[in-house]
């Protein structure tokens, strides 16, 4: 069974500090990786994604994540946090069967 | 070109009562997915289409849960008859591959 664990529930970062999202997953094989974020009142939209070659991944908003086999993560980064980042994010899987096995997400809370 | 749409936004019913949600994906997109996320947990997948097909209904909670998919285009998630741990967030989501799945605002469902 594949499942995606997100160990924190809930962060709080200053603007213009650093950021990193802890993704842990189990999966039998190499897994499909997404990070998705939801803004207050708003949709899922797709951050970036891990299919295949290089581990570390550029997205939008400045955001990126690093795939490591060997620990089983993909961690998200953000070299400065804007008030804007404020949101939930999700991590999530996909098998073979596509569809998505999401985390439990992380609420970011950005103080000023 | 639009996003993956869905209506309504919010919906307050009362158990017993039916509701039906609806999706409209990307324009060409021809993999349609249901997700549902209940208040404080996970996003969990319900059922994926591809054209009008039902790929895999997996996730479907109960025989209360009837997902369409009319010539391969718009999408209808009715709940007949609604009971309270139905309430949460309804999300669709389309693909043209499979691999990247792009998500719509949500319906909120109330059910008291």
């Known amino acids: 069974a594949q499942s995606v664990t997100q160990p924190d529930i809930h962060i709080t970062v200053s603007e213009g500090a650093s950021l990193e999202l802890r993704c842990n997953y189990s999966?039998?094989?190499?897994?499909?990786l997404f990070w998705y974020v939801q803004s207050p009142g708003q949709g899922l939209q797709l951050l970036l994604k891990?299919?295949?070659?290089?581990?570390l991944v550029q997205g939008i908003k400045g955001f990126e994540a690093e795939f490591k086999r060997s620990q089983s993560s993909f961690n998200l980064r953000k070299p400065s946090v804007h008030w804007s980042d404020a949101a939930e994010y999700f991590c999530?899987?996909?098998?073979?069967?596509?569809?998505?096995?999401f985390g439990k997400g992380t609420l970011l809370t950005v103080n000023p | 070109e639009a996003g993956v749409t869905q209506f309504p936004s919010h919906s307050v019913i009362e158990k017993g009562q039916t509701v039906t949600l609806r999706c409209d994906p990307i324009?060409?997109?021809?993999?349609l997915y249901w997700y549902r996320r209940v208040m404080g947990k996970e996003i969990k997948f319900l059922l994926h289409?591809?054209?009008?097909?039902?790929?895999?209904e997996s996730g479907m909670p109960n025989n209360r849960f009837l997902a369409e998919r009319t010539g391969g285009t718009y999408s209808t998630l009715k709940v007949q008859p609604a009971e309270l741990e139905d309430s949460g967030v309804y999300f669709c989501?389309?693909?043209?591959?499979?691999?990247?799945?792009?998500f719509g605002p949500g319906t909120r469902l109330l059910v008291l």
């Open positions: 891990y299919f295949s070659g290089d581990t």
């Open positions: 289409f591809v054209k009008e097909s039902k790929q895999d």
């Open positions: 999530a899987l996909a098998g073979s069967n596509y569809k998505l096995t």
């Open positions: 324009s060409g997109h021809d993999n």
């Open positions: 989501a389309s693909s043209q591959e499979s691999l990247t799945q792009y």
């Open positions: 999966y039998g094989a190499t897994p499909y």
